[in-house]
């Protein structure tokens, strides 16, 4: 069989547009510098051979599919979900994994993805099959960082491959009860000519494992890179198809982190799983209001507290009240409006008027409130 020739094109990022040539705006979504590089094989042209292959109509009524009940089908809790036992985790899921569900995780180099996935799998090995597959590492450093983190080993199975179809089969094979992608930019398709992490590899790679997925009634996390603006890498459609999206972020130099969803078609985006990260590995921090709270300046002019709502969380964040000083995203202070001849410990003693990033925040000040 002849082989199909291979052109450049340029796709859009965020909707998929292409294009025969860069553009620095995208024609369709109007996104800049969303246009990137991919190889494709040219389409058969019409009348050839090839093209009438491709077109071959399909037969009538001939189908394997099956469909079931609605009322056949079990939604009990015990049926439907994976308890992970790590409650920030469960929380921000909204109750559990979800079987089928495909789950994205994403956040910058470092940030610890790899350490909660590989957490995730040894709190589960106990009553579940695990099947963990690396793209980006070997076996043996994922053994060396289990046996770092002291996670169970005995129920988690390892394969090293970035080739989908062989991942695929290898899933159909042994039916784990969760698999783990580490990371979907890595992977590739092998009847696709661009290499991997490229618009088109990306695209397919999750649309393979998300089939997969749902016809195997198997959960699945996928790990995503995030490029320097902070968004994921690759094609925003990856973002549509999967059940949940959820960004890990901390800054490097605290040992915080923060797990998010920004998407989750089985629960609440309002969510938020804090985590501390140490030499064992992410730890839980039940109570976010203790931490930061934790080495707050006392009688010190210009303190405030704020007492915030993410969800079901209810955090204590302090903040200096001090003019275009701006304390961590959650204390939500943006900062005070004072007259060009007020200072700020003039301030202090009397209620100021503070700009919220949210609503139902109150600032407690000097026994005063200043609210929004």
Known sequence: MKEPKLKTVYVCSNCGETSPR?????????????????????????GTAAAKQAAAARPEGVTTLTAKRLSEISMTEEKSRILTGISELDRVLGGGIVLGGVVLLSGEPGVGKSTMLLQLCGAISN???????????????????????????????????????????????EK??????????TMRCMDISSSA????????SAARLLAVAKKQEIPMFIVGHVNKDGAIAGPKVMEHIVDT????????????????????????????????????????IENPSQMLLEGRPLGVSGNCVACTME????????????????????????????Q?????????????????????????????HCAA
């Open 22 to 46: 860069w553009m620095g705006r995208c024609p369709s979504c109007g996104s800049w510098n969303t246009m990137n590089e991919d190889v494709v094989a040219e389409a058969p042209k019409a």
């Open 127 to 173: 009553q579940h099959s695990v099947l963990y597959i690396t793209g980006e590492e070997s076996v043996r450093q994922v053994k060396l960082r289990a046996a770092r983190l002291k996670v169970p080993q005995d129920n988690i199975f390892l394969a090293a491959e970035n080739d989908v179809d062989e991942i695929c089969g290898l899933i159909e094979k």
């Open 176 to 185: 784990p009860d969760l698999v783990v992608i580490d990371s979907i930019q």
């Open 197 to 204: 992490g490229t618009v088109s590899q990306v695209k397919e």
């Open 245 to 284: 999206v959820l960004y890990f972020e901390g800054d490097k130099m605290l040992p915080y982190r923060i797990l998010r969803a920004a998407k989750n078609r089985y629960g609440s985006t309002n969510e938020l799983g804090m985590f501390d990260m140490t030499g064992q590995g992410l730890a839980e």
């Open 311 to 338: 969800g079901s969380h209810s955090e204590r964040d302090p903040g200096p009240c001090h003019q275009d000083e701006f304390p961590g995203p959650t204390a939500c202070l943006q900062r005070l409006r004072l």
């Open 340 to 368: 060009p001849h007020e200072s700020a410990d003039r301030c202090a003693g009397k209620a100021c008027r503070v700009f919220l990033w949210k609503p139902g925040c109150i600032y407690q000040h000097r026994g005063r």
